[in-house]
Structure formats: structure tokens, C-alpha cells
């Protein structure tokens, strides 16, 4: 007998809207997909301090961080890929519960998992971002000398090099991050945000 029968799910006596009015705010799942080097962990910490230096409280969810903590037993087949944004999907759920605006970056390159983390974040309540910029610029700026290493075949499974990435069909917003500076993504970001009844 599986030991998850056992198991009840239980409910606060605190509203997600509760939490998020005292914060002056509404919970949500901002996700930022796309390749290595497109500027998601950028993106996401410029768009954390720009909300937080306007009174409204941010948190990062990076894929680096969380692979050296929380995900660090997990690789990067495509299961382990699958259950690394699972676990991330069901963190960032909670926060945005908790009436935070909680910013996920990760190159998620499965639709079925971002589906997943939309699906957890409940209606309403998840803005995906897709950087959409070309692997050749991405490869260009090669931050980490990650493509490199791809190419050489030392990093088996690169998204973008030996495993694929799978466009967001209908993303809330789309960057182009080689054409676009980082203010004018974030604008663009914390427009959407505004105009969605998200930020105060």
C-alpha cells in the first residue's frame, strides 16, 4: 500500500489575497525560459531589484543556485531535467501562495514541464517570459565558456547543442535580448506586471 494514501492535504486559514495585501501585492510565478546565455539569471536579478527598490517583494529562483542546494542530487538527462523544474514549479508555487513575486530563471527547455509549473502556480497566476534570442547569439556570448565545452563534447545532454529546446508556443511575454538592454526588458516585464493587477 502506497504510503501516500495516508496523506491529507490540508488548508490555511489565510487567503493567498491576504497575504498578498499585506505585502501590497498578488502572488506570481514569473518564468524565465531560454537558453544558456539568453540572460535569464540577468534578467531575473535585475527585475528582483528593480521591484523590490519600488516596494515589492521579489524572490529569485536560479537554476545554478537551486542544482547546488535543493536540486543538487539531480543531472541533466531528460528525466532528471523534468524533475529539477517539478521541484522548481512546486517551490515557486508556494512562494507566489505566500504573496511573493517569485522569479524562477531556468533553461526548462521541455513545453510538458513549463505546463507542469503553470498547471502548480494554479490559474492566473504564472507569467511565462521566453528570452528569445537565436543559439548562435547565445553561443556568441557564451558566458560560462559552456558552448565551448559542448562543442569539444566535455558537457554530454546541452540544450541547444545535443538536446533540444522546446519554444514557448504562447509565452505572456517574449524578449528578444540582443535587441533589447536589460531596463527595457525589465520595463516591459514590470509593465505587464502593472497592467495585470499584480503590483500595487
Same mark, same amino acid.
Given at each position: 500500500? *502506497?504510503?501516500?494514501?495516508?496523506?491529507?492535504?490540508?488548508? *490555511?486559514?489565510?487567503?493567498?489575497?491576504?497575504?498578498?495585501? =499585506?505585502?501590497?501585492?498578488?502572488?506570481?510565478?514569473?518564468?524565465?525560459?531560454?537558453?544558456?546565455?539568453?540572460?535569464?539569471?540577468?534578467?531575473?536579478?535585475? =527585475?528582483?531589484?528593480?521591484?523590490?527598490?519600488?516596494?515589492?517583494?521579489?524572490?529569485? =529562483?536560479?537554476?545554478?543556485?537551486?542544482?547546488?542546494?535543493?536540486?543538487?542530487?539531480?543531472?541533466? *538527462?531528460?528525466?532528471?531535467?523534468? +524533475?529539477?523544474?517539478?521541484?522548481?514549479?512546486?517551490?515557486?508555487?508556494?512562494?507566489? +501562495?505566500?504573496?511573493?513575486?517569485?522569479?524562477?530563471?531556468?533553461?526548462?527547455?521541455?513545453? %510538458?514541464?513549463?505546463?507542469?509549473?503553470?498547471? $502548480?502556480?494554479?490559474?492566473?497566476?504564472?507569467?511565462?517570459?521566453?528570452? %528569445?534570442?537565436?543559439? +548562435?547569439?547565445?553561443?556568441?556570448?557564451?558566458?560560462?565558456?559552456?558552448?565551448?565545452?559542448?562543442?569539444?563534447?566535455?558537457?554530454?545532454?546541452?540544450?541547444?547543442? *545535443?538536446?533540444?529546446?522546446?519554444?514557448?508556443?504562447?509565452? +505572456?511575454?517574449?524578449?528578444?535580448?540582443?535587441?533589447?538592454? $536589460?531596463?527595457?526588458?525589465?520595463?516591459?516585464?514590470?509593465?505587464?506586471?502593472?497592467?495585470?493587477?499584480?503590483?500595487?
Amino acid at each position: 500500500m *502506497s504510503a501516500r494514501r495516508n496523506l491529507t492535504r490540508t488548508s *490555511s486559514h489565510v487567503s493567498s489575497e491576504e497575504r498578498g495585501g =499585506l505585502l501590497g501585492q498578488r502572488g506570481v510565478v514569473i518564468w524565465l525560459t531560454g537558453l544558456s546565455g539568453s540572460g535569464k539569471s540577468t534578467l531575473a536579478y535585475a =527585475l528582483e531589484r528593480r521591484l523590490v527598490d519600488v516596494g515589492q517583494l521579489a524572490f529569485v =529562483l536560479d537554476g545554478d543556485n537551486l542544482r547546488h542546494g535543493l536540486n543538487k542530487d539531480l543531472g541533466f *538527462s531528460p528525466d532528471e531535467r523534468t +524533475e529539477n523544474i517539478r521541484r522548481v514549479g512546486e517551490v515557486a508555487a508556494l512562494f507566489a +501562495e505566500a504573496g511573493l513575486i517569485s522569479i524562477s530563471a531556468f533553461i526548462s527547455p521541455y513545453r %510538458d514541464d513549463r505546463a507542469t509549473a503553470r498547471s $502548480v502556480a494554479g490559474t492566473g497566476r504564472f507569467v511565462e517570459v521566453h528570452l %528569445d534570442v537565436p543559439v +548562435e547569439v547565445c553561443e556568441r556570448r557564451d558566458p560560462k565558456g559552456l558552448y565551448k565545452r559542448a562543442r569539444a563534447g566535455e558537457i554530454p545532454q546541452f540544450t541547444g547543442v *545535443s538536446a533540444p529546446y522546446e519554444i514557448p508556443e504562447l509565452p +505572456e511575454i517574449s524578449l528578444d535580448t540582443d535587441a533589447l538592454d $536589460v531596463d527595457q526588458c525589465i520595463d516591459t516585464v514590470v509593465a505587464y506586471l502593472s497592467e495585470h493587477g499584480f503590483l500595487r
